[in-house]
């Protein structure tokens, strides 16, 4: 299911709207699975591109799960590592855009740390 909206996504055949209506089905059967918590954070950026408080919650709850899973050693399916970082980055932007500069900034360092491109940080750094 998650390649499906993965494929979905990039080809448009759904709105962003629809797209989070289906991530969260699959967040509530997978609640640890961080890429679909990323892709739904992603999505929220998009449906609420002038409410960063918002999309903050979501890139939030998608920074813990990618924590949790980067830090479980043993999970039944591979993990892409690149979800932490990603969702640091969307978090970092929406810190920005609300004028917390120290949260952006803990964000970026976070996301730097866990493998990010550190020129997508650097205004933050």
Not at 72 to 98: E, I
Not at 100 to 122: H, I, M, S
Request: contains cysteine.
């Amino acid at each position: 299911h998650m390649k499906y909206l993965n494929c979905a996504g990039a080809l448009g055949l759904f709105t962003h709207r629809e797209m989070m209506s289906r991530l969260g089905e699959l967040v509530t059967r997978d609640p640890k699975r961080p890429e679909s918590r990323y892709m739904l954070a992603a999505c929220a950026s998009r449906v609420y591109p002038k409410s960063p408080e918002a999309v903050l919650v979501f890139a939030r709850d998608a920074i813990g799960v990618a924590r949790e899973a980067s830090a479980s050693a043993v999970t039944q399916m591979p993990v892409d590592s690149a979800c932490l970082w990603r969702s640091c980055l969307l978090a970092a932007k929406c810190a920005a855009a609300m004028g917390d500069y120290v949260e952006a900034r803990r964000y970026a360092t976070e996301g730097v740390d866990a493998g990010g491109p550190r020129e997508r940080f650097a205004k933050w750094l």
